[in-house]
Nanobody
């Protein structure tokens, strides 16, 4: 069982930065791939970024590549999403998710259904 709690969302002006955190409970965190997804009003939830268990493999959606950075601290059971050069179109509820089905996997997972556990989400609003 893994519980995920996101924090760090808020209101920021375009061009600004935010750092999201996702604190995990449970022993499986350090062996799990972790992802960030987001859902804007009226839209489906979409993939943002993924990091494998060791932090050695990361992937990003094209829309955030070069602006967002995903990282993790396994000792602290936390995954982060550093968001720079924010745009109004980044406005959404951001969710972290854990892929625990294949421990220590080096695969990359972009689909919601691949993930076993989800946080409650944190709102990010970027004003123009």
């Amino acid at each position: 069982q893994v519980q995920l709690v996101e924090s760090g969302g808020g209101l920021v002006q375009a061009g600004g930065s935010l750092r999201l955190s996702c604190a995990a409970s449970g022993r499986t965190f350090s062996s799990a791939a972790m992802g960030w997804f987001r859902q804007a009003p009226g839209k489906e939830r979409e993939f943002v970024a993924i990091i494998n268990w060791s932090g050695g493999i990361t992937r990003y959606a094209d829309s955030v590549k070069g602006r967002f950075t995903i990282s993790r601290d396994n000792a602290a059971n936390t995954v982060y999403l550093q968001m720079n050069s924010l745009k109004p179109e980044d406005t959404a509820v951001y969710y972290c998710a854990a892929f625990t089905s294949s421990p220590y996997s080096s695969g990359t997972y972009y689909r919601e259904r691949d993930y076993d556990y989800w946080g409650q989400g944190t709102q990010v609003t970027v004003s123009s």
